[in-house]
């Protein structure tokens, strides 16, 4: 169940995690995508629920989110090729050569498309052209999707990995942190690196040396990614419990415990954090007094992380037969529509605005 919360959806990423997530100006969503099981990319009008495009990719959805910037829509799928998308019309413009099988969530800066394939080696190519730049051949597994920031790209791995700081054109080893991490993206806000491991807690790094600031414990270990919101990072785990943590110290802020476990990473936007639990709820909190502002019952583990645009709360949902996408209304949870795939749908959705401007969660609760 760790390597879930991964597709939850979330990079981001994409990860600018200190800033809040509010629109600008009358700016609303044009698009919505979301993948499935079935292998299908696809993408969804944010007001009726209807499908614009879908194209398959011949890849399973199950472990992975998708990467959008600059119009393109970058997937690795599962057990397969890493692809670049039109996000407008569905064609694909190019695909990774070779014989590297993908999954996981790609990640892209400064023109540069961050992936790992099952091998646990992570390849970073071209965004424009899908031709290879360099490899990590660290062999470290992971499904959780990499941030970076000021020439440096950060790089998790499973237990036999940590944390990786590398030169971000070269590929060059900067520094590494020993932890276990399944599927927590790292969210970044100024010189901290944070993330949920399963052995040390919520962990925060200095993202230039890679020296441990402070560590906070909870009652369970911790596969989702943290967002971050006016110097409090938000995180859930497996003791069923949602936490605000004071980035400067560490300290907690406070707690909010639901009737299951919590791997959907949070999303904040207008004052709320937004997140789901496996007790089949989604959930509205205020970021400064953890009060519940509602809860919508969705019937269904809720492992998928939440997007916010436009006054919209896009959440996948269920764990077997045709899963759903559901459109929520940010502002009291109640539903908008529903709409169905052909297969499971675990992850995170990523939003277009109509400016341009993409919008992802579950990989650090973050979004550009």
Same mark, same amino acid.
């Given at each position: 169940?760790?390597?879930?919360?991964?597709?939850?959806?979330?990079?981001?990423?994409?990860?600018?995690?200190?800033?809040? @997530?509010?629109?600008?100006?009358?700016?609303?969503?044009?698009?919505?995508?979301?993948?499935?099981?079935?292998?299908?990319?696809?993408?969804?009008?944010?007001?009726?629920?209807?499908?614009?495009?879908?194209?398959?990719?011949?890849?399973?959805?199950?472990?992975?989110?998708?990467?959008?910037?600059?119009?393109?829509?970058?997937?690795?799928?599962? %057990?397969?090729?890493?692809?670049?998308?039109?996000?407008?019309?569905?064609?694909?413009?190019?695909?990774?050569?070779?014989?590297?099988?993908?999954?996981?969530?790609?990640?892209?800066?400064?023109?540069?498309?961050?992936?790992?394939?099952?091998?646990?080696?992570?390849?970073?190519?071209?965004?424009?052209?899908?031709?290879?730049?360099?490899?990590?051949?660290?062999?470290?597994?992971?499904?959780?999707?990499?941030?970076?920031?000021?020439?440096?790209?950060?790089?998790?791995?499973?237990?036999?990995?940590?944390?990786?700081?590398?030169?971000?054109?070269?590929?060059?080893?900067?520094?590494? %942190?020993?932890?276990?991490?399944?599927?927590?993206?790292?969210?970044?806000?100024?010189?901290?690196?944070?993330?949920?491991?399963?052995?040390?807690?919520?962990?925060?790094?200095?993202?230039?040396?890679?020296?441990?600031?402070?560590?906070?414990?909870?009652?369970?270990?911790?596969?989702?990614?943290?967002?971050?919101?006016?110097?409090?990072?938000?995180?859930?785990?497996?003791?069923?419990?949602?936490?605000?943590?004071?980035?400067?110290?560490?300290?907690?802020?406070?707690?909010?415990?639901?009737?299951?476990?919590?791997?959907?990473?949070?999303?904040?936007?207008?004052?709320?954090?937004?997140?789901?639990?496996?007790?089949?709820?989604?959930?509205?909190?205020?970021?400064?007094?953890?009060?519940?502002?509602?809860?919508?019952?969705?019937?269904?583990?809720?492992?998928?992380?939440?997007?916010?645009?436009?006054?919209?709360?896009?959440?996948?949902?269920?764990?077997?037969?045709?899963?759903?996408?559901?459109?929520?209304?940010?502002?009291?949870?109640?539903?908008?529509?529903?709409?169905?795939?052909?297969?499971?749908?675990?992850?995170?959705?990523?939003?277009?605005?109509?400016?341009?401007?993409?919008?992802?969660?579950?990989? @650090?609760?973050?979004?550009?």
């Amino acid at each position: 169940m760790y390597h879930r919360c991964l597709f939850f959806a979330v990079l981001l990423l994409f990860l600018f995690s200190c800033n809040k @997530s509010k629109e600008v100006g009358s700016d609303e969503p044009l698009m919505v995508y979301i993948g499935s099981k079935d292998g299908y990319l696809y993408a969804i009008d944010p007001v009726t629920g209807n499908e614009k495009w879908k194209c398959h990719t011949k890849s399973s959805f199950d472990y992975s989110s998708v990467a959008l910037d600059n119009g393109v829509i970058y997937a690795s799928g599962t %057990y397969d090729k890493l692809y670049a998308i039109d996000a407008y019309s569905g064609k694909i413009q190019w695909t990774l050569p070779g014989d590297a099988v993908f999954h996981g969530t790609p990640f892209v800066y400064n023109k540069t498309v961050y992936a790992v394939d099952i091998s646990g080696t992570w390849y970073a190519v071209n965004a424009l052209n899908g031709k290879l730049k360099w490899k990590l051949e660290r062999k470290v597994h992971s499904l959780a999707s990499a941030t970076a920031a000021d020439g440096l790209v950060y790089l998790v791995g499973g237990q036999d990995g940590g944390v990786f700081a590398l030169n971000a054109e070269t590929g060059k080893e900067q520094w590494y %942190y020993k932890a276990s991490i399944n599927s927590s993206g790292p969210a970044l806000t100024g010189n901290l690196l944070i993330v949920g491991t399963l052995d040390q807690g919520l962990l925060a790094l200095d993202s230039k040396t890679g020296t441990k600031k402070w560590n906070f414990t909870s009652g369970g270990r911790i596969a989702c990614s943290p967002a971050i919101s006016d110097g409090v990072a938000f995180f859930g785990g497996e003791d069923n419990k949602m936490y605000a943590v004071n980035i400067s110290d560490g300290s907690k802020k406070w707690e909010f415990s639901t009737g299951g476990y919590i791997v959907s990473s949070p999303f904040i936007s207008n004052e709320l954090v937004y997140f789901g639990s496996y007790d089949g709820k989604v959930y509205a909190l205020n970021i400064h007094t953890r009060q519940k502002v509602w809860a919508y019952n969705a019937g269904r583990t809720m492992e998928s992380s939440p997007v916010e645009a436009g006054g919209t709360l896009f959440i996948g949902d269920g764990r077997f037969g045709k899963d759903r996408l559901q459109a929520i209304n940010a502002a009291d949870g109640t539903l908008k529509w529903i709409f169905e795939a052909n297969d499971y749908i675990y992850h995170s959705p990523v939003v277009l605005m109509k400016s341009g401007k993409a919008i992802h969660s579950g990989l @650090s609760g973050a979004r550009h």
